[in-house]
């Protein structure tokens, strides 16, 4: 999903954070609650190789991150090297949300 439809509202954002949102920057999935159809959960798939070994993209990331944090939406960062994914979602579904 584009952050720029999940964000479309970018005044509390970092003027680096805003042009950020703006690029076709986006992540891989978004769980909604299906009652208020509020997104509870973003979830980004991160290859190994990418993302680890590049400072660009590990920049990147920490900026995606921080625009998460502000917008108080769990972002739920799975490496492809990674395992026990379902347990991993669940236990941040769970955390955000409560009840």
Do not use: W
Request: glycine share 4%; aromatic share 8%; hydrophobic share 35%.
């Amino acid at each position: 999903m584009l952050l720029k439809n999940l964000f479309p509202d970018t005044a509390d954002l970092t003027d680096r954070q805003r042009r950020y949102v703006q690029r076709r920057a986006s992540v891989d999935f978004v769980l909604y609650n299906r009652v208020t159809n509020e997104p509870v959960l973003a979830v980004e798939v991160d290859g190994f190789a990418f993302h680890e070994n590049e400072p660009a993209q590990r920049e990147r990331d920490e900026t995606e991150d921080q625009i998460f944090r502000t917008r108080r939406l769990p972002l739920l960062r799975l490496p492809t090297t990674g395992s026990g994914e379902p347990d991993r979602i669940r236990a941040a579904l769970d955390a955000a949300e409560p009840g």
